[in-house]
């Protein structure tokens, strides 16, 4: 066992007496050691209930023979760090999470891993750090919130909370209005209740191989998230017998199964930056055509929250993400024979398995459209591309022809939204707010919603080299590359220019003819750093474009 060169022989009598000093017996230390990863605190919703989680897998390890050894990841809360300076850490902990977990597991010679996540970043980066250790792994998540329900009755959620202040700020809704959102669009723990990007990435682990059936639907608040986690407890133990790496789990095949499977289900755009950042650890290059060429064939069959009104727990009532995979193998669109956690294939795992409500997961035969719920645009805006969630578009958005207002802020922008100074027809540019350039990445969640909330929703457009939250709904078009503190074509878009939005033809035009770019060009001044100290900085340095997953370098 790995963990052997820290507990065999009498050379390592001084780490067993460290070991003894933390409390564990000498029959403890003869078994396989599992670290317990587990992103617990007291400060994200979705993450909260991570300890009781965390004491249901450690049950499970010890059942099953080995000994389970706690430590910690961090995780930020998005919602909480959105509209002001704190969005720039959060997809920059993606990395912090990967680093330091990589750093636990190797000095401590764990013999296996069990991965507790739940929100948006810790995901993906616990995703990485397993790909880069390459010792056996699985992940049990937090599980999604509950839908909430407003006082009338209505079914609610984050999203519609933010589209609230937009109304408010419209004024079609007054302070009473707000404060029922605010009471009771989040109404237990758990990661936000819609396919955001939390959820989106909690329901690819099961796509990829790398959780239970489950893992991304079953409510946090539910006895069966705790049964879970002792399932997956138990099954890091197999794992570990039969030396399943998540590199023998996450080949080229799963992962054309999980965006696959991202186009069915109508993923956040955010999981065009995570894939891609998981599938380099596991030595795997993905690029954003592939993505299209997925999505040309690949039908969306449901339309959860923001592109619709039902909610996780709906999804895992029909059946769950392993349904959606059921319906997308009748036309052979997975590669059925990779493996898994459970130590088999996926077509095993899909035995029996039943679509249990056709209205919310779409049959492969009458889907919501017949292509996936993402789409990546190109043009002379964006060379190296652009990403929208299809899915969450109205029809009449679908193509779209306007007037740029150019703001290099996000800060900018919504002062302009609120002040009610853009318009129907207009094309939002905001810009600066890439991964060097914000630096960051900041979601763009206040000003969507916003627009959305004050009824613009189906008239404006907005485009960014920044991203979005998966809440976000309505033609916005983010990770523009390249960005415009690379000096991407973004940053060239002046007042009033037009741009053209074809989404069913994967376009975006900006209408400048070259000469005059070209002249704006040689004009242009990159604008000082935001940002000149600390872990900001260095991320700044270090990172790649938002096409390549933006990994670091």
Not at 111 to 116: K, T
Not at 280 to 285: A, F, L, Q, S, V
Request: proline share 6%; glycine share 10%; with cysteine.
């Amino acid at each position: 066992m790995r963990s052997d060169n820290v507990t065999k022989g009498v050379e390592r009598a001084p780490n067993r007496s460290l070991f003894y000093a933390l409390g564990y017996t000498k029959e403890e230390l003869e078994r396989p050691l599992i670290g317990v990863v587990c992103s617990y605190n007291e400060i994200v919703p979705g993450h909260m209930n991570l300890d009781k989680i965390a004491e249901a897998v450690k049950a499970g390890v010890r059942a099953a023979g080995g000994t389970p050894v706690e430590f910690p990841a961090i995780a930020v809360c998005d919602g909480i760090a959105m509209g002001h300076i704190g969005m720039k850490y959060s997809l920059v902990t993606r990395d912090l999470i990967a680093d330091s977990t990589e750093a636990m597991a190797i000095a401590h010679q764990f013999d296996g891993l069990v991965m507790i996540p739940n929100c948006d970043k810790n995901v993906p980066g616990l995703l990485m750090a397993a790909a880069r250790v390459n010792i056996p792994t699985i992940f049990c998540s937090g599980g999604p919130m509950l839908a909430g329900k407003l006082n009338d009755g209505r079914r609610s959620c984050l999203s519609h909370m933010f589209e609230a202040v937009g109304a408010y700020k419209a004024g079609k809704l007054d302070e009473t209005g707000v404060e029922d959102y605010e009471n009771n669009a989040c109404p237990t723990c758990g990661s936000c209740s819609g396919m955001y990007t939390a959820n989106s990435m909690n329901c690819l682990t099961e796509a990829i191989g790398m959780g239970l059936r489950g893992n991304g639907t079953i409510p946090a608040v539910w006895s069966a998230r705790l049964r879970l986690a002792k399932h997956a407890g138990m099954q890091i133990m197999e794992l570990v017998k039969n030396n399943i790496r998540p590199r023998d789990i996450m080949t080229p095949a799963a992962f054309h199964n999980a965006e696959t499977v991202d186009m069915a289900l109508g993923c956040s755009t955010n999981t065009m930056l995570h894939l891609p950042a998981i599938a380099h650890e596991c030595g795997i290059e993905l690029d954003l055509d592939m993505s299209n060429e997925i999505s040309s064939h690949t039908p969306n069959l449901c339309h959860l929250a923001p592109a619709g009104n039902t909610y996780m727990e709906d999804l895992e009532g029909a059946g769950g993400v392993y349904a959606v995979m059921k319906e997308l193998t009748k036309k052979n669109l997975l590669d059925t024979s990779v493996m898994t956690c459970t130590g088999k294939t996926l077509g095993e795992n899909l035995e029996g398995v039943v679509n249990r409500d056709p209205e919310l997961i779409r049959p492969i035969e009458n889907p919501y459209s017949p292509d996936g719920g993402i789409a990546v645009l190109k043009g002379n805006l964006a060379p190296e591309g652009c990403v929208v969630k299809r899915s969450a578009v109205a029809p009449e958005m679908m193509t779209h022809t306007g007037p740029a207002r150019v703001f290099d802020s996000e800060e900018e922008a919504i002062a302009a939204i609120y002040e009610g100074k853009i318009v129907s027809g207009d094309v939002v540019v905001i810009r600066y707010e890439g991964p060097k350039g914000g630096p960051g990445m900041r979601e763009m969640l206040n000003p969507t919603s916003a627009i959305c909330g004050m009824g613009l929703g189906e008239s404006v457009a907005l485009i960014t080299d920044g991203r979005f939250s998966g809440a976000t709904r309505g033609a916005s078009i983010g990770h523009v590359c390249p960005e415009a503190a690379q000096g991407g074509p973004i940053a060239f878009v002046e007042e009033g220019d037009i741009i053209s939005i074809d989404i069913p033809s994967c376009s975006i035009t900006l209408d400048v003819d070259e000469a005059t770019l070209a002249e704006r060009k040689s004009k242009w001044v990159c604008p000082e750093p935001k940002v000149k100290t600390g872990y900001l900085a260095r991320y700044a340095k270090l990172v790649t474009s938002a096409a390549r997953g933006a990994v670091l370098e």
